[in-house]
């Protein structure tokens, strides 16, 4: 090789790099043909004055993408064979590889909005979130340095969760919710609880019965695992099981998802008459039961409820519940306590989808709830909502003098309220948003997206003086 047919480009990029991309470039653009043999290391590193171990790490970068091969240990040259593709023009590879839509047609379409940022309004009331700056972050770092200590929470862990988490979950459940003798299950949220639930226990074609106003993810991943909805009225009382009756005695239900503490999204508790009807339904016609107890912790009248899964003699009933609301969003740690008959499949189905949950914040917060500090934090972010609920409350008595026709109840607990403005809450929405204010009308909530006039306003994730800003400024937008 009389001259070097490669120019070394000019970038921040480290020396071996820039060599290997020259080379590269040259036998794109034809100056170096198949075959061509290449300087040696030692003689190439002279030429361009360069250390030798730099010529050899881009020749190796070379050979493992295919552009170049050793022979004999000492010599390098341009492979015989280069796929066409690397030396045609882009414009060329452009036409002649044309995507197609037919090679990534959706098996299952997924009847999901996109993601919305609500951090590009300046009012918002995001729907039963935390709020983060409650947060103990000092506290909770002690004990995450702590978890770090241990080499355990490094490497693989049990699918169905880190084994402090776990025994601190059953002694939790069994002490503050009244629900034991089940296998825990750690997932991501209690949306991947309620997906796997849904794909283990629902075939397609299944009939699943859900609040006809109601959470859609958990709707869309019962839809997702083939399942035929269908909705169920809800009234002051919950999901109405006089009118579910009459849907099993017409099909053959397979499962029932229900939010019974507090009913998304209008934060109703479900009558103890309507519990034991509802119960005695699934008992009598063999009927799963998914229940979603998403907020258990947040009730202020009195002592929340216990869950449906506290008494469930038939083994009927599948316990979701989530960490995420008393610690922070983006603590994505729920959990199931399920019949034990069912725990090991999936402890099965969790390795194929996500393999296991995140160990070192499993090991955080189980340190945390040992030493009593997970529910200290959980005693002031309660009493803290409950003030801030009182405030929203106090706010829109005042707004009700001018707006007579909008009314609410205050609900036992939670982390939002449910307001009847009295008007077509999706206009309302629409006309809100033109002022940076982001609402989620009834509409957002109704399996056949039909209008309503209700809103749903979370008042945990912001303080009062928050909250009270902007439902003044949602007052300016209201109709007289």
């Keep these: 090789m009389k001259k070097?047919?490669?120019?070394?480009?000019?970038?921040?990029?480290?020396?071996?790099?820039?060599?290997?991309?020259?080379?590269?470039?040259?036998?794109?653009?034809?100056?170096?043909?198949?075959g061509d043999i290449l300087p040696s290391t030692r003689e190439l590193s002279k030429i361009l004055k360069f250390d030798r171990h730099t010529v050899m790490n881009a020749f190796r970068e070379l050979i493992s993408e295919g552009w170049i091969e050793a022979q004999e240990k000492v010599r390098y040259r341009v492979v015989e064979t280069l796929p066409s593709t690397f030396l045609q023009p882009r414009e060329t590879i452009r036409r002649d590889f044309q995507p197609s839509s037919a090679l990534i047609e959706l098996a299952r379409p997924v009847a999901m909005g996109d993601y919305q940022e609500a951090k590009t309004f300046k009012h918002s009331f995001p729907s039963g979130f935390p709020d983060p700056r409650l947060f103990p972050l000092k506290e909770f770092k002690s004990y995450l340095y702590d978890a770090l200590?241990?080499?355990?929470?490094?490497?693989?862990?049990?699918?169905?969760?880190?084994?402090?988490?776990?025994?601190?979950?059953?002694?939790?459940?069994?002490?503050?919710?009244?629900?034991?003798?089940?296998?825990?299950?750690?997932?991501?949220?209690?949306?991947?609880?309620i997906f796997l639930l849904s794909q283990l226990l629902v075939k397609p074609g299944d009939y699943v019965v859900i609040e006809a106003l109601g959470y859609p993810p958990a709707i869309e991943a019962l839809r997702f695992a083939g399942a035929q909805i269908i909705p169920v009225p809800v009234d002051e009382e919950g999901i109405v099981t006089?009118?579910?009756?009459?849907?099993?005695?017409?099909?053959?239900?397979?499962?029932?998802?229900?939010?019974?503490?507090?009913?998304?999204?209008?934060?109703?508790?479900?009558?103890?008459?309507?519990?034991?009807?509802?119960?005695?339904?699934?008992?009598?016609?063999?009927?799963?039961?998914?229940?979603?107890?998403?907020?258990?912790?947040?009730?202020?009248?009195?002592?929340?409820?216990?869950?449906?899964?506290?008494?469930?003699?038939?083994?009927?009933?599948?316990?979701?519940?989530?960490?995420?609301?008393?610690?922070?969003?983006?603590a994505r740690l729920g959990f199931m306590a399920v019949p034990p008959a069912i725990g090991k499949e999936i402890a099965k189905l969790k390795r194929i989808s996500s393999r296991q949950n995140e160990q070192i914040l499993q090991k955080t917060l189980s340190?945390?709830?040992?030493?009593?500090?997970?529910?200290?934090?959980?005693?002031?972010?309660?009493?803290?909502?409950?003030?801030?609920?009182?405030?929203?409350?106090?706010?829109?008595?005042?707004?009700?003098m001018d707006h007579p026709k909008?009314?609410?109840?205050?609900?036992?607990?939670?982390?939002?309220?449910?307001?009847?403005?009295?008007?077509?809450?999706?206009?309302?929405?629409?006309?809100?948003?033109?002022?940076?204010?982001?609402?989620?009308?009834?509409?957002?909530?109704?399996?056949?997206?039909?209008?309503?006039?209700?809103?749903?306003?979370?008042?945990?994730?912001?303080?009062?003086?928050?909250?009270?800003?902007?439902?003044?400024?949602?007052?300016?937008?209201?109709?007289?």
Excluded at 10 to 34: D, F, M, V, W
Excluded at 281 to 309: C, M, N, R, T, W
């Design 4 to 34: 070097l047919l490669f120019r070394i480009p000019k970038s921040h990029a480290p020396k071996y790099q820039r060599l290997a991309e020259g080379i590269r470039t040259s036998i794109k653009e034809g100056y170096l043909r198949p």
């Design 149 to 193: 200590k241990s080499s355990d929470v490094l490497g693989y862990g049990n699918p169905v969760g880190e084994r402090g988490l776990l025994e601190q979950i059953s002694i939790y459940l069994r002490r503050i919710r009244n629900v034991s003798d089940r296998t825990i299950v750690v997932t991501n949220g209690s949306q991947e609880a």
């Design 242 to 330: 006089e009118y579910l009756e009459k849907q099993i005695k017409q099909k053959k239900i397979r499962m029932i998802y229900v939010t019974p503490l507090h009913q998304y999204p209008t934060t109703v508790t479900l009558s103890a008459r309507r519990r034991l009807h509802l119960y005695e339904l699934a008992y009598k016609h063999g009927i799963l039961i998914l229940e979603d107890d998403y907020d258990h912790e947040f009730h202020y009248k009195s002592q929340p409820v216990a869950p449906l899964a506290s008494f469930d003699p038939g083994g009927l009933v599948m316990y979701v519940s989530t960490f995420s609301k008393i610690l922070f969003p983006s």
């Design 367 to 400: 340190l945390w709830m040992i030493s009593g500090g997970f529910e200290r934090h959980l005693g002031r972010v309660r009493r803290a909502y409950e003030l801030r609920l009182k405030a929203m409350d106090e706010i829109l008595t005042e707004i009700k």
């Design 406 to 480: 909008i009314s609410w109840n205050i609900p036992d607990g939670g982390m939002a309220l449910w307001l009847n403005t009295g008007e077509n809450s999706s206009s309302l929405a629409m006309r809100a948003r033109e002022k940076k204010i982001l609402l989620h009308p009834e509409k957002n909530f109704l399996l056949d997206c039909k209008d309503g006039t209700h809103l749903r306003l979370g008042f945990s994730g912001q303080t009062s003086a928050e909250n009270i800003a902007g439902l003044k400024a949602l007052s300016i937008i209201l109709r007289k």
